[in-house]
């Protein structure tokens, strides 16, 4: 069954370092979804990319995010100086329309030092 | 507040037994998504109820979302060490986006064997 794959599992980072999480969504799929969750809180999402452009994004992402898609099959969150609040799992998930559930990967473990 | 709560936030059962967690809106659900979470792991994908009094099932897990569309349930059948972990609703609670999943705080299920 096609899944979406992120990379890598864990990243450890020195505060105001820039760190690129990646994500290979699923093929056919056509929305893009950045989600972070604190370690003992609860899931929140941070961006939606659609049509190569930003459809919406949360409180959360701030200046220092960004999302890309470089290609065909990556999608990339950008933190661009790090701060130890950054610290969280961050999971990419994807869909293939509108209304239609999201499919998540296994998420990147983001330490900042 | 919280826009989407669960509860019971914790719950052991002997395996065997049935089980029901319950989400709660405080606003009208426009799509409602189960899903479940290992420690440290993604999100996969149980069900998704759209319509006001839906019932669907896999397995031994039912979920249902009520007539007003402001609360689910999802009920285990003959609980097993397989269904321990964190389940989590999810919710579309703007009727214009489809965009961003809103999540619960999760239920986190324990099963004894």
């Known amino acids: 069954e096609p899944e979406v794959t992120q990379t890598p599992s864990h990243q450890v980072t020195q505060m105001g370092q820039e760190v690129i999480l990646r994500c290979v969504p699923i093929?056919?799929?056509?929305?893009f979804y950045w989600y972070r969750q604190i370690l003992g809180q609860k899931v929140e999402f941070l961006v939606s990319?659609?049509?190569?452009?930003?459809?919406?994004k949360s409180e959360i992402f701030d200046d220092q995010f960004s999302v890309e898609r470089p290609d065909g099959s990556n999608f990339t969150l950008k933190i661009r100086s790090t701060k130890l609040e950054d610290s969280a799992m961050y999971f990419c998930a994807s869909t293939v329309g509108q209304g239609q559930p999201q499919h998540f990967g296994d998420g990147t473990r983001l330490s900042i030092l | 507040s919280q826009e989407l709560e669960q509860s019971p936030q914790s719950l052991i059962v002997q395996e065997g037994k049935n089980l029901t967690i319950n989400c709660t809106s405080s606003?009208?659900?426009?799509?409602l998504y189960w899903y479940k979470q290992k420690y440290g792991e993604g999100l996969i994908f149980l069900m998704m109820l759209q319509k006001g009094g839906e019932e669907k099932s896999h397995e031994k897990i039912t979920a249902k979302l009520d007539e007003k569309k402001q609360q689910s349930s999802l009920h285990i059948t003959a609980s097993q060490p397989s269904h321990a972990g964190i389940y989590l609703c999810?919710?579309?609670?703007?009727?214009?986006?489809?965009?961003?999943?809103?999540f619960g705080p999760g239920t986190s299920l324990s099963v004894i064997p």
């Open positions: 999810g919710a579309d609670i703007t009727k214009t986006s489809y965009d961003k999943v809103i």
């Open positions: 606003k009208t659900l426009y799509g």
């Open positions: 093929s056919n799929h056509l929305y």
């Open positions: 990319f659609y049509n190569n452009e930003i459809s919406e």
